[in-house]
């Protein structure tokens, strides 16, 4: 980094220093991205992109305000429109537009390293909510469905800006329901529990969650009658987990999906505690359940 003078008009300001940046190496060469595919929905669009053999898409880069993706460089293309961001709303004050711009780059040669250990903060996933056939999001049961959980992004062009939009405001989102260019944002702190069928024949909804997979969550030592613990049996401090009541162990798992991290979960006469640190035993406890949480085929650890 060396001080430096743009126009003659940097450092006249008294107590003003001016800096430039210089890469220590020549950055990749870039080439723009083939575009594939567009789909827009009155204001709203997804450009499927793609390279040349032996390059990739680099990392989305966004921008808010109407910025073109030429600011980031002449080979950067927009692979994401969308007309209003409450991210770039609450940042910029001004213009909600988002756009993401991305580049071909050269195929990475080395493979990242492999975690040690799984990362907390990682692993995050998308789930399909009651399975096939239109399905409407809900809160704990069937009618909860309060307007406070969650907010409508009319004219959204499909599923998946829809998701992009919850993205946007993680960790706040934890799910989406969609239909007909009708967009919900759920942000209910305990998470999507519940679903329902609308009822409409001629419109689909998909019910949609993003957070830790519930499907991952498996029984410990036989899960029935078994109550959570840490290292052995009488291991059970209250750090180790957060306290709240639900209706069933799907309640119960809704709210480990949501959780900022979530190692498991323990259920039993609607007490769930999310777990947050890992369960290495289980004690015998009438009327109890306990699962953890399972990552590629292992039960996910923590360096010490």
Same mark, same amino acid.
């Given at each position: 980094?060396?001080?430096?003078?743009?126009? #003659?008009? +940097?450092?006249?300001?008294?107590?003003?220093?001016?800096?430039?940046?210089?890469?220590?190496? %020549?950055?990749?060469?870039? $080439?723009?991205?083939?575009? &594939?595919?567009?789909?827009? #929905?009155?204001?709203?669009?997804?450009?499927?992109?793609? +390279?040349?053999?032996?390059?990739?898409? *680099?990392?989305?880069?966004?921008? +808010?305000?109407?910025?073109?993706? !030429?600011?980031?460089? %002449?080979?950067? /293309?927009?692979?994401? &429109?969308?007309?209003?961001?409450?991210? +770039?709303?609450?940042?910029?004050?001004?213009?909600? *537009?988002?756009?993401?711009?991305?580049?071909?780059?050269?195929?990475? /040669?080395?493979?990242?390293?492999?975690?040690?250990?799984? @990362?907390?903060?990682? #692993?995050?996933?998308?789930?399909?909510?009651?399975?096939?056939? !239109?399905?409407?999001?809900?809160?704990?049961?069937?009618?909860?469905? !309060?307007?406070?959980?969650?907010?409508?992004?009319?004219?959204?062009? @499909?599923?998946?800006?829809?998701?992009?939009?919850?993205?946007?405001?993680?960790?706040?989102?934890?799910?989406?329901?969609?239909?007909?260019?009708?967009?919900? &944002?759920?942000?209910?702190?305990?998470? $999507?529990?519940?679903?329902?069928?609308?009822?409409?024949?001629?419109?689909?909804?998909?019910?949609?969650?993003?957070?830790?997979?519930?499907?991952?969550?498996?029984?410990? @030592?036989?899960?029935?009658?078994?109550?959570?613990?840490?290292?052995?049996?009488? @291991?059970? *401090?209250?750090?180790?987990?957060?306290? !709240?009541?639900?209706?069933?162990? =799907?309640?119960?798992?809704?709210?480990?999906?949501?959780?900022?991290?979530?190692?498991?979960?323990?259920?039993?006469?609607?007490?769930?505690?999310?777990?947050?640190?890992?369960?290495?035993? /289980?004690?015998?406890?009438?009327?109890? =359940?306990?699962?953890?949480?399972?990552?590629?085929?292992?039960?996910? /650890?923590?360096?010490?």
């Amino acid at each position: 980094m060396s001080r430096s003078s743009v126009g #003659g008009q +940097c450092g006249k300001k008294p107590m003003e220093t001016c800096c430039t940046c210089s890469a220590r190496e %020549e950055p990749p060469p870039t $080439i723009p991205p083939i575009e &594939l595919q567009k789909r827009c #929905g009155r204001g709203d669009c997804y450009f499927q992109l793609a +390279c040349p053999d032996g390059l990739e898409l *680099s990392r989305p880069v966004g921008l +808010c305000g109407g910025a073109k993706c !030429s600011l980031v460089g %002449e080979a950067y /293309t927009a692979s994401l &429109l969308v007309r209003r961001s409450w991210a +770039c709303r609450r940042e910029n004050g001004g213009d909600e *537009s988002y756009t993401e711009c991305q580049t071909c780059v050269p195929v990475a /040669t080395t493979p990242p390293p492999k975690p040690v250990a799984w @990362d907390p903060n990682d #692993g995050r996933v998308w789930e399909v909510v009651g399975g096939e056939g !239109s399905r409407a999001c809900r809160g704990r049961t069937p009618e909860d469905n !309060s307007p406070t959980y969650y907010e409508v992004i009319n004219e959204t062009a @499909d599923l998946e800006v829809c998701q992009q939009l919850c993205l946007e405001r993680f960790p706040h989102c934890h799910g989406v329901e969609f239909s007909r260019e009708r967009c919900e &944002l759920w942000e209910r702190d305990q998470g $999507i529990a519940s679903w329902t069928d609308p009822g409409r024949p001629h419109m689909d909804f998909v019910c949609m969650r993003f957070g830790w997979p519930t499907e991952n969550l498996v029984p410990k @030592d036989g899960g029935v009658d078994r109550a959570c613990r840490g290292d052995d049996p009488e @291991d059970n *401090s209250e750090a180790y987990y957060t306290l !709240s009541s639900a209706l069933n162990v =799907e309640d119960c798992k809704a709210q480990c999906s949501a959780a900022p991290v979530c190692f498991g979960v323990e259920f039993g006469f609607g007490r769930c505690e999310v777990r947050t640190r890992p369960v290495r035993a /289980t004690a015998n406890v009438t009327g109890f =359940e306990c699962h953890v949480m399972e990552h590629a085929g292992r039960t996910l /650890t923590v360096l010490p």
